[in-house]
Each structure stands twice: as C-alpha cells, then as structure tokens.
T-cell receptor, first 111, second 114 residues
C-alpha cells in the first residue's frame, strides 16, 4: 500500500518557467513533509520541508504548498533552471515513525 | 566535514556470493537506514536502526542482513538469498527516527551481480 504517491513519473519544463511537482498521501497522521532532490549516481539531498500546521513554506525559488483536506502537497520551482533537472522525491512522516518516500518525479528543464 | 561515506561506489559480484556494503557517518546521528533504489520504484527501505545494537526490518528486508555494533557504522550484507540484488543502494542517517528529523544520504553504492 503506497502511502505517498507521485503520480507523474516525469515532467518537462522550459527554462524560466514554473515547475510544479505533485504528491498525494493517504495517511492523515502524517504531520511533516519533505522534498528531496536526487542527481544520477548520487544520494538525495534535502530541499525543503513543511509542517502540517502550515500550508506554505518558501525558500528562495522553491515553495512547498500543503493542502491537508485534499492530502496533497506540491513543490513549485520558479524560475526553473537547467540545474534543477533531477529526480524529486516527496516524503512524509509522523512524529514518531520513519520517513515514507514517494516513487519520484524526473524533472527535465530544457533551454 | 560531517557526512556519510559509502564504499565502494561500484561493486561487482558473482551470483551466489554474499557481499557487504559499508556505511560510515560522523554526524553523531542515532538513526541509520538502508534504502534500495530501482527504476520506477523510488526509495524502498531495507533496514533501519534507531540506536546501537538495535535494528528493524524495513519493507524489503528479505535476503539482507545488517549490524549496528558502533554508532557510526551500519554495514549491509546482501546475501545469496536476495533474488534481485543488482540495484543502487543508499545509506542514510538522521538525528532520530521521526520527530521531523530529515535524512542525510550518502552517495550510494551501485551493486551489479552477474
């Protein structure tokens, strides 16, 4: 049973435009959500997180939105740059349990 | 520099042989994890350890074994019982499990078994 789902395996966006990556979850007990970025042959790196008490968190070009009623979160990258091309994983956890990862979305930013 | 070191980066083994992947961290983190990444399957948890001398099975533990004799080390053994061992293996650590503690990952070991 996939508790964290990323239904789009890939996304292609032009440089300078907005990239929107989506993630859905099923467990209403999740109270902390994270996004990781992964380049080929490297480990994922932490990008941005959000607590369930918030609905938005912003860090430079990256903004994460959380819609608890829909059990949905999204990562917005504005403006998109070629260096953003990577696989993005969303993850979720409760206060006491381990992180659950989604299957990832491959973002390609083209000139 | 604090971080997680996985070695080797590439590993080749013959079918039927056990192989051990190394993971060392100097972040003073209590929790450590092993994940496996396969195309289209995301990150799947193999084993994790919350403290020294303790570890729990993750979602796909069959065919794997671990030990946690030291806080900084969490080696993973891929045994001959693992049916599809060829994959990219990632080790991670966090201050503790849960509690809004982000994972820090190593750069992975790509294991190829022929």
């Amino acid at each position: 049973d996939q508790q964290v789902k990323q239904n789009s395996p890939s996304l292609s966006v032009q440089e300078g435009r907005i990239s929107i990556l989506n993630c859905d979850y099923t467990n209403s007990m999740f109270d902390y959500f994270l996004w990781y970025k992964k380049y080929p042959a490297e480990g994922p790196t932490f990008l941005i997180s959000i607590s369930s008490i918030k609905d938005k968190n912003e860090d430079g070009r990256f903004t994460v939105f959380l819609n608890k009623s829909a059990k949905h979160l999204s990562l917005h990258i504005v403006p998109s740059q070629p260096g953003d091309s990577a696989v993005y994983f969303c993850a979720a956890s409760t206060n006491t349990d381990k992180l659950i990862f989604g299957t990832g979305t491959r973002l390609q930013v083209f000139p | 520099d604090g971080g997680i070191t996985q070695s080797p980066k590439y590993l080749f083994r013959k079918e039927g042989q056990n192989v051990t992947l190394s993971c060392e961290q100097n972040l003073n983190h209590d929790a450590m994890y092993w994940y496996r990444q396969d195309p289209g399957q995301g990150l799947r948890l193999i084993y994790y350890s919350q403290i020294v001398n303790d570890f729990q099975k993750g979602d796909i533990a069959e065919g794997y074994s671990v030990s946690r004799e030291k806080k900084e080390s969490f080696p993973l053994t891929v045994t001959s019982a693992q049916k599809n061992p060829t994959a990219f293996y990632l080790c991670a650590s966090s201050i503790r499990t849960g509690g809004h503690s982000p994972l820090h990952f190593g750069n992975g070991t790509r294991l190829t078994v022929t």
